[in-house]
């Protein structure tokens, strides 16, 4: 272990830096594992996507059965468009590494260090929670499938040519066609799908943990610094502990590392939009369509139990899924807005005059919040998952209408 990944160990990014190894995007590794995980990465989802379009290609002419396929299939283009788009941007990725290792390295009160970590310790736990709850959704998607092919029974008689290919496709969790008897070959092609889901959401889990760390991130630093502003005319600066150092002098200094540390985290969040927008913006387009043809299912088979408890489970992980992207872009408006309110609590009247105006550069810069984006049009928020809902309920009704 290089020292570099060794202090990430020390600073809470265990989860991240281990499903980003997995996943071949962690930038600190040897390109020769990197290009191993690429091939094998690609070439797992490469293979799922090509099956899982013959299937849908087989039922091109039955809009029922193509509807039921759409969810699975969106995944496999959003997830292919991610790893790609990862790969493309991953020196950024290392430049936001590198970024968050050189401020735990960096020198801060003791106030400070202890905010920070309590925000990245609350970023590892929710990473943690996130990824069972997640996982969990995926081990009971794919395990349904399995039930039904074992109490399955057969058609004997009165078997027409729709029926025939509902029945071919028995116990696997959603349409493919492999070329070859799914009875024959049941197991491997078992096997195959079921690792080609599993790793499809643990990619998921894997970009969705790591953001989570970037933006647990970002709120110690406003944090910290809001405190280090809050507090400008009381804390001895770190390269000013000499006693001689007056009070006017310390509180400018602090200002002006608040000032230095707010420019820093608007250029930490500028970098986070470049890795993260494109991908979202592809991720909440299809998931609008994803959650109308799933509700869409749900009420075309409720009589088949197991169909809609994975269908259920699929929307679940889904709503879960969105809603998560954008409270962590929620978080970061929140925590930002925050920093006038902080710099309008200082005690301007006890600064030096250099001081209150880089104060004023503070405020003003505050007034405007940071905001998560995906694809520069919606910003990440409570108000965008709405919308998601609302836009997908009026698709799932226009199905409704016309099926």
Not at 163 to 174: C, D, L, R, S, W
């Given at each position: 272990?290089?020292?570099?990944?060794?202090?990430?160990?020390?600073?809470?990014?265990?989860?991240?830096?281990?499903?980003?190894?997995?996943?071949?995007?962690?930038?600190?590794?040897?390109?020769?594992?990197?290009?191993?995980?690429?091939?094998?990465?690609?070439?797992?989802?490469?293979?799922?996507?090509?099956?899982?379009?013959?299937g849908v290609i087989e039922v091109r002419y039955d809009s029922v059965e193509v509807i039921d396929s759409l969810p699975m299939l969106n995944m496999a283009v959003v997830m292919l468009f991610k790893v790609i788009y990862a790969m493309y941007t991953l020196s950024q990725i290392k430049l936001l590494l590198i970024k968050m290792q050189e401020y735990c390295l960096s020198p801060k009160s003791d106030e400070e260090h202890q905010i920070h970590n309590s925000y990245t310790q609350f970023g590892q736990?929710?990473?943690?929670?996130?990824?069972?709850?997640?996982?969990?959704?995926?081990?009971?998607?794919?395990?349904?499938?399995?039930?039904?092919?074992?109490?399955?029974?057969?058609?004997?008689?009165?078997?027409?040519?729709?029926?025939?290919?509902?029945?071919?496709?028995?116990?696997?969790?959603?349409?493919?066609?492999?070329?070859?008897?799914?009875?024959?070959?049941?197991?491997?092609?078992?096997?195959?799908?079921?690792?080609?889901?599993?790793?499809?959401?643990?990619?998921?889990?894997?970009?969705?943990?790591?953001?989570?760390?970037?933006?647990?991130?970002?709120?110690?630093?406003?944090?910290?610094?809001?405190?280090?502003?809050?507090?400008?005319?009381?804390?001895?600066?770190?390269?000013?502990?000499?006693?001689?150092?007056?009070t006017k002098d310390k509180s400018y200094v602090n200002v002006a590392y608040s000032i230095r540390r707010h420019a820093e985290t608007i250029q930490f969040v500028g970098i986070m939009n470049s890795v993260y927008s494109p991908p979202l913006f592809i991720h909440v387009g299809i998931t609008i369509l994803t959650i109308s043809a799933i509700g869409y299912q749900v009420m075309t088979n409720t009589q088949n139990i197991n169909r809609t408890l994975k269908n259920l489970s699929y929307m679940n992980a889904i709503l879960m899924n969105v809603f998560f992207e954008n409270w962590q872009g929620q978080k970061i408006i929140d925590s930002s807005e925050k920093i006038f309110e902080s710099a309008y609590n200082v005690e301007w009247y006890n600064l030096p005059i250099a001081a209150r105006k880089l104060l004023v550069l503070v405020m003003r810069r505050s007034m405007q919040p940071l905001v998560l984006t995906a694809g520069k049009f919606m910003v990440l928020s409570y108000i965008t998952f709405n919308a998601v809902i609302r836009t997908s309920s009026s698709y799932f009704m226009l199905l409704r209408s016309v099926s």
């Open positions: 272990m290089t020292k570099r990944t060794s202090n990430y160990t020390r600073y809470n990014f265990i989860l991240c830096r281990t499903q980003l190894s997995i996943s071949g995007l962690w930038p600190f590794q040897s390109k020769i594992r990197r290009y191993a995980t690429y091939f094998a990465l690609i070439l797992l989802l490469a293979s799922g996507f090509f099956v899982q379009l013959m736990k929710i990473g943690y929670l996130y990824t069972y709850i997640i996982l969990g959704h995926s081990v009971a998607y794919n395990l349904a499938p399995l039930l039904t092919k074992l109490m399955h029974k057969p058609l004997e008689e009165n078997v027409t040519s729709s029926n025939k290919m509902i029945e071919a496709q028995v116990g696997v969790p959603y349409r493919v066609n492999y070329m070859v008897d799914l009875d024959t070959y049941y197991v491997p092609i078992f096997i195959h799908m079921v690792t080609y889901n599993v790793y499809n959401v643990f990619i998921v889990v894997t970009f969705d943990v790591f953001y989570i760390s970037l933006v647990e991130h970002c709120r110690g630093v406003f944090a910290a610094f809001r405190y280090r502003l809050e507090n400008a005319c009381l804390i001895e600066n770190d390269s000013n502990a000499s006693t001689k150092t007056s």
